[in-house]
């Protein structure tokens, strides 16, 4: 296991200049052109991992069509589509032909992934002026709570209306670094009310397992003269539901899936008791995001390909590690998003996609089709990144969208 000095992060300039750091505290410099991850070295990778999440990228007027582009009626799963704006804070929920429903909205300075209920509510981590916080906002978008824990990237809603998100602590990690604090990420369980009732260290359940070795992550600067090392960054949790365990033990009730970017790795935990159950990834999958369970008891996952540059979705049998099922756009670089992603297997056996830097998203057939295409129109010049796309039966919100 490797022990960091506190030497200075890596930097690539280039990078720098066209991404935002997200998940801390740093200032963001505004973006001014692309990159390309082509021949970057170990170094690069690094810098561009730790540099974060992109709010939004430039567009020239004309330069894109935008809206519902393939729309193959026959062919795609009916429903409504909801998806959360990084920066402006704003939640939208459109329907297959791009028309916006309804939409919620907040100020503050990012938001995270949006759970929608089905009284129409939505809960959201959120980062606002005067700290981070868990939000729920009703259908009329007026506050219900706001409850002040530093929550990040994913809330999941459990069948019991509790809650679970992740969550953070700056701590000393002796066998990660004496000298520079790590971001430790939690797994964070609540009450409907946004109330903690649990709370569990990744890097502690990890840290203790004879069956996990570290991936190495530089350190990055949060201020001229503090660092810390993002050990983990993770970006989904799931809890295993009842009845789960009929399609693969690992799925038992009172275990969780967690996604973890820097690690490049999708681990499965038994918190209670400190298993580490199972874990893919390494040298398989590079900056993945949005690691679901599917009823065929196969594991599906958004993987970016931050090492690679082209991004993709695929379908991993837990128990042989195999990838049954996958996509990547036929010119693979056409696809690719370093931060976030989103893939949704549904009901009609299609699996939907997000690209989020380009507020882009996709809907294909399992032979590997498009047939529902959209992107995210340009306002004022720029087009905001999008953080998940999900996509619901339109009779999931009973009355409230009305005919």
Known sequence: MRLFSPAQPTTLGAIALCLFASCGNAEKPAPEKEFSTE???????????????????????????????????SAIQDGINLFSIHSPCEARLMDNQGKILHSWSREGKVWGHVELLKDGSIVVPTKEEDGSFLVKLNWNNELVWRQPIPAHHDVEVLPDGSLSTLSFQRRMLPSISTEIEVRDELIVQMSAAGEVQAEYSLVDLLDSSPDWEWETVE???????????????SNSVAWMQ???EARNPLFTP??????????????ILRPETGELLWQFGLGEISGQHDATVLESGHILMFD???????????????????????????????????????A????????????SDRGHAVEVTSAGKVVWEYFQPSENGKISTLVRMKRYPRSYLGDLLGN
Do not use: C
């Open 39 to 73: 021949d970057l070295g170990a170094q690069d990778l690094q810098a561009l991992q730790a540099l974060g999440y992109v709010d939004y990228v430039e567009s020239a007027e004309g330069a894109r069509n935008t809206g519902v582009l393939i729309h193959q009626a």
């Open 242 to 244: 009842s009845g789960w």
């Open 344 to 355: 949704q297997r549904l009901e009609n056996g299609n699996t939907l996609l997000l690209e």
């Open 219 to 233: 350190p990055h600067l949060l201020s001229r003269d503090k660092s810390i090392i993002d050990l983990v960054h």
């Open 304 to 342: 970016n390909g931050l090492s690679r540059g082209w991004s993709r979705a695929i379908e991993v049998d837990p128990n042989t590690k195999e990838i049954v099922w996958q996509w990547a756009a036929a010119e693979k670089e056409a696809f690719y998003t370093a931060g976030r992603g989103a």
């Open 254 to 267: 009172g275990n969780v899936m967690v996604s973890m970017r820097h690690q490049n790795r999708v681990v």
